[in-house]
């Protein structure tokens, strides 16, 4: 595993297998990087990654970006220089991905006073996340402070 600490994290995306593998190729070519894996997503996208110094990364992208470019593929590149130790984490398999944007952490029973001090913008803030309530989006917006704090302490109850 890289030094954590002063390398940097380059990513190459291109559509379909063989562009990965002719960018792989060239940026182990290109410069002294590790190629820290291959990774097929869905609709045939597939992101190389490699670490090592900066420049050395910076120069190894290019030659894969060039490469896989040339096969008429390549969807994005990235260098990620320093990244924090989350980053390498992801990397590692070893943090758990982040939650859906509108979903929340279950939050504790709120009782209707609690509810009553927060701003109507912090309550309708907590009625977006919440996944069971019925308001959704303009009916949010319009909702009063009143109307809000029902629909939270109803979804809770």
Known sequence: MPNRDAD???LVETRG???ALAA???MGKAAAV????IEKAEAGLVTVQVAGEVAAVKAAVEAGSIAAHGL???VGVHVIPRPARDVWAMQDGT???ALPRRQAPAEPQADVSA???LSVKALRARVRAHPGIDLQGRAVSRATKQQLIDALTKAQG
């Open 8 to 10: 940097a994290l380059g």
């Open 17 to 19: 297998l063989i562009p």
């Open 24 to 26: 792989a190729d060239a």
């Open 34 to 37: 590790e190629i820290i894996g």
């Open 72 to 74: 008429g593929t390549l």
């Open 95 to 97: 943090v758990a991905p």
């Open 115 to 117: 509810l009553a001090s």
